[in-house]
């Protein structure tokens, strides 16, 4: 089974700018979580997304945010990019239901860096 | 602010040794603590995960021991292998969200 995918792997983009980010789950999952990951900050929770809709939010500006579509693949939006956004950016996927199967899986994530 | 705090940050072992990393949370709602490993370049792999109503789960040479009176749990790498050196990161979760520990960074040396 094909794991998490990310597009793009990189991304370089100016300050001011807006970027979005694309994640594939793995087949059958439909929870999408997005975590920002710095070297100061650590791994940070986004938002999640399960059917279309954002089940939970972290603690970031409105400037982040995200959509899923109807076959689960999921989008996060950033805009008027700040430096302090350069990170990687990972996407976790999960069955999401409320069966108790709750493992999230990680893609490679992308490395977003803003000049 | 940091709900789960790991340590230590970062930790060095020979080979066939036990490596020991140690996470506390302070929320009592989280009811599911995984660990996770990350090799440079790469996304976090979930190595094990346990829920609070069981205090040890072992999955080969991975165990986590819980102790939810302490709010605390860790993780034992036994016979550690060089191959093991990455950064390891404990989380915890109540739902979907994920709170991450800092992260150890953890050296086998040969």
């Known amino acids: 089974k094909a794991g998490v995918t990310q597009t793009p792997r990189y991304l370089i983009k100016t300050r001011g700018q807006q970027v979005t980010l694309s994640c594939s789950p793995i087949s059958g999952h439909r929870s999408v979580s997005w975590y920002q990951q710095t070297p100061g900050q650590g791994l940070q929770f986004l938002f999640e997304?399960?059917?279309?809709?954002?089940?939970n939010k972290g603690n970031f500006p409105g400037r982040f945010s995200g959509r899923q579509f109807s076959n689960s693949r999921s989008e996060m939006n950033v805009s008027t990019l700040e430096l302090g956004d350069s990170a990687l950016y990972l996407c976790?996927?999960?069955?999401?239901?409320?069966?108790?199967?709750?493992?999230?899986?990680f893609g490679p994530g992308t490395r977003l860096t803003v000049t | 602010q940091q709900q789960v705090k790991q340590s230590p940050q970062s930790l060095i072992v020979q080979k066939g040794g036990i490596s020991i990393i140690n996470c506390a949370y302070e929320?009592?709602?989280?009811?599911?603590f995984p660990w996770y490993q990350q090799f440079p370049g790469k996304g976090p792999a979930l190595l094990i995960a346990i829920r609070p109503d069981v205090s040890e789960k072992k999955e080969g040479r991975f165990t986590i021991s819980f102790n939810k009176s302490a709010k605390q749990f860790s993780l034992h790498i036994m016979d550690s292998q060089p191959g093991d050196s990455a950064t390891y990161f404990c989380a915890a979760s109540k739902y979907y969200a994920l709170n991450f520990g800092k992260g150890t960074s953890l050296l086998v040396t040969p």
């Open positions: 929320n009592t709602a989280f009811d599911y």
């Open positions: 997304y399960f059917s279309e809709t954002q089940r």
């Open positions: 976790a996927s999960s069955r999401g239901g409320t069966g108790g199967e709750v493992e999230q899986y």
